[in-house]
């Protein structure tokens, strides 16, 4: 099974709108954390924000928010207000475990290409 | 500018051949990561380094191997290159709270762009 799953390949925006971004994932280590990385056009992977298992509220850094639903196990982003700028591929990444021992890697989903429309 | 830096940015070669692709951590960082990019497999996990030593594993294949240097840059080299091989090679690292929220978050490269021919 999929571990990260984003079933939006493209989603369009106008200026200003806010958008919001779907991420699933499946684990069953109680303890994980979920980001999120932005990839312009030109290539590089820029993190956004981070959401912990055990964080009781939802993480904001400025525009982005992240809609963690636990239960459902979904870490949606929320781009509020969008830019041009925000064009981009956004791709949702999981890490599973946490302590010395476990794996660091992140598993990503595939991304959701996002066009912001003047 | 990440502070990871990955050379060479671009690279084109013939099938058969053999590169290699260098990543130099941001300053501090003792773990270095390398994943794949490509349009039919996306963003695919290859192998994790920490201070050295191995530490995980993922879809690498027998023709690719890595290692990371006593001073923290890490190689991976790519043999009997293949057409599918073609694809932006990631180097990532990551140390104790880089972020605000203490995770431990991966910082990427640009990238290194492979094109076999």
């Known amino acids: 099974a999929q571990k990260i799953t984003q079933t939006q390949p493209g989603m369009f925006v106008q200026e200003k709108e806010a958008v919001t971004l779907d991420c699933t994932y499946d684990?069953?280590?109680?303890?994980?954390?979920l980001f999120w990385y932005k990839q312009p056009s030109s290539g590089e992977m820029i993190f956004l924000i981070y959401q912990g298992s055990y964080d009781q509220q939802n993480a904001t850094e400025g525009r982005y928010s992240l809609n963690f639903q636990k239960a459902r196990k979904s870490a949606n982003l929320v781009i509020s207000a969008s830019q041009l700028g925000d064009s981009a591929m956004y791709f949702c990444?999981?890490?599973?475990?946490?302590?010395?021992?476990?794996?660091?890697?992140?598993?990503f989903g595939s991304g959701t290409q996002l066009t912001v429309l003047p | 500018d990440s502070g990871v830096t990955q050379t060479p940015k671009h690279l084109i070669t013939a099938t058969g051949q053999r590169v290699t692709l260098r990543c130099s951590p941001r300053s501090g960082d003792l773990s270095v990561y390398w994943y794949q990019q490509s349009l039919d497999q996306g963003l695919q996990f290859l192998i994790q380094?920490?201070?050295?030593?191995?530490?995980a594993k993922g879809n690498i294949l027998e023709r690719f191997s890595a290692q990371q240097f006593p001073d923290l840059h890490s190689e991976l080299n790519l043999s009997s290159l293949e057409l599918g091989d073609s694809a932006l090679y990631f180097c990532?690292?990551?140390?104790?709270?880089?972020?605000?929220?203490?995770?431990?978050?991966?910082?990427f490269g640009a990238g290194s762009r492979l094109t076999v021919l």
């Open positions: 990444a999981m890490r599973e475990g946490a302590g010395e021992g476990s794996a660091r890697q992140l598993t």
């Open positions: 684990t069953s280590d109680p303890s994980y954390g």
């Open positions: 990532a690292s990551s140390g104790r709270g880089t972020s605000p929220s203490g995770a431990n978050v991966l910082t």
């Open positions: 380094y920490y201070n050295g030593e191995e530490r």
